[in-house]
């Protein structure tokens, strides 16, 4: 049977029945639409390490919190049951799927399926992609720049943020007054543009929103009102261009820049200290994968309050190592209260109490 199937064919057999596959061998991942989520390749809860479960990326993995921990199904099943050693994940593979002594016309039938089944999925994602690039398009095309009086404006100033106090208005936002959730409701919406380094728009990031009362907007009662369409790898939200106002791309040799997770926050941020140049980069996970131009030559890493040791501590550790191999200086930033610098702005003026953070 060597002859008739390599490591590929191995893999590919793996990535066509991953649901399977993390089931069995990660039962504490959970389902998260078109991927399974969990904290890392140890199997502890969370959400650091993702698992395609569809499309060309079929089986395609990546842990956050590791720089190493990456690949398709046969790596997975490696890293999991046996540190990283192929050749017994091989021995395992085989014998989990029942080919050890398979009959070798049926073989062949096989591999010859799940190619099929490999190269529709491709297509398949390929359209998938242009579809959701399309339509992350015309929702940032059809969002309204103006948000002063809107209810991103009126949301972000029960987060402490005056739009009307910021050196320049965040031109990465904009205000769409009805978007469509997955449950099917319809919401008011602050929605950014996720670019990368060049500039070049990649995604787009809707924060769902909700009025109780007049004039007071919140997040939508709705399991996560905050919602990426796209991917947003290597992408980041631009919020402050800082003292030079240039793009990022043409920034200035010597350039400081600011990187934290959400948009709330870099925000807070660039309230505060309007000389920075600021980016949400969305997940403490993405850090590393930021590309920076040569100019930037420190970074601020804006940390949420996480515990120590945990996965996001690990992937901000992460973005530390690959930004300092890079020649820059990084420096790590936590609030001294809450989770992060929106939660001490809130605390400063007055719109919440310690005991009442979220």
């Known amino acids: 049977m060597g002859d008739l199937m390599d490591v590929k064919d191995i893999a590919n057999m793996l990535n066509s029945k991953v649901d399977e596959l993390v089931t069995y061998l990660l039962p504490a991942a959970v389902r998260d639409g078109h991927e399974w989520r969990i904290g890392s390749v140890a199997g502890e809860p969370g959400r650091s390490m993702a698992i395609h479960r569809s499309g060309s990326m079929r089986g395609v993995w990546k842990d956050f919190s590791s720089v190493e921990h990456s690949g398709d199904a046969l790596d997975l099943v490696s890293w999991v049951r046996f540190g990283g050693n192929k050749k017994d994940a091989i021995c395992w593979a085989k014998s989990w799927m029942g080919i050890d002594d398979m009959d070798p016309g049926r073989l062949k039938a096989i591999q010859a399926k799940v190619k099929k089944q490999a190269e529709d999925a491709e297509r398949k994602a390929l359209d998938d992609a242009r579809r959701r690039e399309k339509y992350a398009k015309a929702i940032w095309l059809g969002a309204k720049k103006d948000l002063a009086g809107t209810p991103v404006d009126l949301y972000l100033l029960g987060r402490g943020i005056g739009i009307a ?94 990187i934290c997770e959400g948009i709330e ?92 953070r979220a």
């Not at 996560?224 to 003292?243: E, H, N, Q, T």
């Open 165 to 258: 106090d910021l050196a320049k208005p965040p031109g990465a936002i904009r205000f769409a007054p009805s978007l469509k959730y997955p449950d099917g409701q319809y919401y008011a919406a602050m929605v950014a543009a996720i670019v990368n380094g060049e500039g070049k728009q990649i995604a787009v990031h809707r924060t769902f929103l909700h009025s109780s009362q007049p004039f007071l907007w919140t997040k939508a009662p709705v399991p996560d009102a905050k919602k990426v369409l796209g991917s947003y790898r290597g992408g980041f939200i631009p919020l402050s261009r800082g003292s030079s106002n240039k793009s990022l791309r043409d920034a200035p040799d010597g350039e400081t820049v600011v």
């Open 265 to 356: 926050d870099g925000l807070s941020i660039a309230l505060v200290c309007p000389e920075r140049r600021v980016l949400a980069g969305i997940s403490v996970g993405n850090f590393q994968n930021i590309r920076l131009p040569q100019a930037v030559k420190k970074v601020i890493l804006a940390r949420d309050n996480d515990a120590a040791g945990s996965q996001a501590d690990k992937a901000l550790q992460n973005a530390v190592d690959v930004l300092a191999m890079q020649g820059r200086q990084v420096f790590i930033a936590a609030s001294p209260e809450g989770k992060d610098f929106n939660d001490l702005l809130r605390v400063e003026r007055g719109l919440t109490k310690k005991e009442e």
